[in-house]
DNA sequence: ATGAACGAGATTGGATACAATCAATCCATG
DNA sequence: CATGGATTGATTGTATCCAATCTCGTTCAT
């Protein structure tokens, strides 16, 4: 479906479901030499995707002794929402205010993109749509290292995000959310967005939390 | 003098410096093979040392083509101290109310350390005793993820900031703000220690964005 | 019983070799 | 002369192999 360009690239989206899905369990430590086999590759992709990992905090890394998968407690979900909340805050307050006419008719697509989506059902289109569409907003800000950084705290919890999205009265929801969202970018109204932006986040981290508390 | 337990640890150290001290320019390449030889290691190490500038956003990665060092505007580097000072507030807003009364003596044994060091005028130990001030005080805000993202963003600009403890002027100046700091630490006083932690970044900031906006 | 020294097996770290891809040049063609 | 397509050299991507290190159980001395 989506192309894969190398193998490291696709090892680590692996590697972000298996973590997910519990396959590999926090504390764990993560063979290279079985999980490569298992993935169909060398070693050599696997450690490198290893450390994509490692500087999102997803793995830990003892020299010598390996990876360890992180585990991802509430206490750090919730960090990683408040880390979050300080980037994001600070994208759209930077960001809304430059929105042109033409940015809000492409970010108005983009919600459309993820309504489509959601009427078919697929989960992995809703997912993806949605990313495009909040990070357009984002990218708005002019700032590519806090765009950057935010990518890599949405990519911490992104795995776990399908859940989310599966209920189809989250999905109805979040589109409304959405469109809220627009008409406060029209108005060009830093402060609403900013706060609609923060209810989008908190529906997501009571699901991902009851998902990560409960041992599946 | 310090210890490198891997080779990938002391390409990593190599890269920083070499790209702080521009031999590694601004949108070159960094072809692997060469400067592998050159380091006297395989590309292996170079290419996971790699892997960690890139989550830094030190190099730009394009698959198949190579990775390219990413140029630090003074635009950049105005953008990295905001993210900054996004992060280090919430760390301090979070973790001066937090200190103990250990805490702050262990503080104030890593203040003096700092000026043992600044007397010798020895650069790298007031850079490295600098740094163990500043995180051990992060530190307390109990966010280990936080304090990762503040300590990635250091090392974005960490390379640089040896200029700015050549002078013995700054040295002077840094050791004044950073007993203010303390005192506003015992004080427990949360705003006081933000602002104080904002002067400091804003010192070096400038001779910085000097440092890199003149071809050396 | 305790703990230090040792060794076997497992695992990671790194070097080398080969395959895949890209970029630039050259040549043929219109 | 411009354009498009093959070709070659350079560079990256990955697999495989060997070296270095750690873990853990065993042995031995105290």
Excluded: C
Excluded at 67 to 95: K, Q
Aim: glycine share 6%.
């Amino acid at each position: 479906m989506t192309e894969v360009v190398t193998a490291q690239a696709g090892v680590l989206r692996e590697l972000r479901t298996l973590i997910a899905a519990g396959k590999l369990g926090p504390g764990q430590q993560v063979v290279q030499d079985s999980l490569a086999a298992s993935l169909g590759v060398s070693r050599v992709p696997l450690r490198e995707a290893l450390k994509v990992l490692e500087g999102e905090g997803q793995v830990i890394y003892h020299p010598h002794r390996g990876y360890f998968v992180a585990d991802l407690s509430v206490t750090d979900l919730v960090e990683v929402y408040r880390i979050r909340s300080l980037l994001e805050d600070e994208a759209l307050r930077v960001g809304v205010p430059l929105l042109t006419d033409e940015d809000l008719e492409y970010l108005e697509g983009l919600i459309q993109d993820v309504e489509v989506a959601a009427k078919s059902a697929d989960v992995t289109a809703v997912t993806s749509a949605n990313r495009r569409f909040h990070f357009a907003l984002f990218e708005s800000s002019n700032m590519p290292r806090l765009v950057r950084l935010i990518r890599n705290q949405w990519d911490a919890t992104d795995a776990y995000r399908g859940v989310y999205f599966a209920a189809a009265s989250n999905l109805d929801q979040m589109n409304r959310e959405h469109r809220a969202m627009l008409a406060a970018l029209r108005a060009r109204d830093v402060e609403k967005s900013i706060a609609l932006q923060a209810a989008h986040r908190e529906n997501s981290v009571s699901v991902v939390s009851e998902l990560i508390s409960k041992p599946s």
